[in-house]
């Protein structure tokens, strides 16, 4: 059991910055790729980023690509999400994703989940 605590979430402006950090309870080798989805609001759940083991290899979803950056820190057991220029659209709650065997937007893919962490972003 690999347990994923997120924080970092909160409301901002449209063109603000976020970070968010998600710490696993277990190491790298044990939390395997890492990766963050989104919910909004009525709509489905949304692949947002995913990060492989090593930290080399990231996928990052179209819809946000050149704003979100992914990163880990296996030090720490952290993953990371940057959010700049962030729009309303991106209002959401974000989940931290763990244990998939790779880089992967499948989130059935994924064997741990974090609680979900809100962001919220008024124009």
């Known amino acids: 059991q690999v347990i994923l605590t997120e924080s970092g979430g909160g409301s901002a402006q449209a063109g603000d910055s976020l970070r968010l950090a998600c710490v696993a309870s277990?190491?790298?080798?044990?939390?395997?790729?890492m990766g963050w989805f989104r919910q909004a609001p009525e709509k489905e759940r949304e692949f947002v980023a995913s990060?492989?083991?090593?930290?080399?290899?990231?996928w990052i979803a179209d819809s946000v690509k050149g704003r979100f950056t992914i990163d880990r820190d296996n030090s720490k057991n952290t993953v990371y999400l940057q959010m700049n220029s962030l729009k309303p659209e991106d209002a959401a709650v974000y989940y931290c994703?763990?244990?998939?065997?790779?880089?992967?937007?499948?989130?059935?893919?994924?064997?741990?989940w974090g609680q979900g962490t809100q962001v919220t972003v008024s124009s």
């Open positions: 994703a763990a244990g998939a065997g790779g880089i992967t937007s499948d989130s059935g893919r994924y064997s741990y």
């Open positions: 990060i492989s083991t090593s930290g080399f290899n990231k």
């Open positions: 277990a190491r790298s080798d044990r939390s395997g790729a």
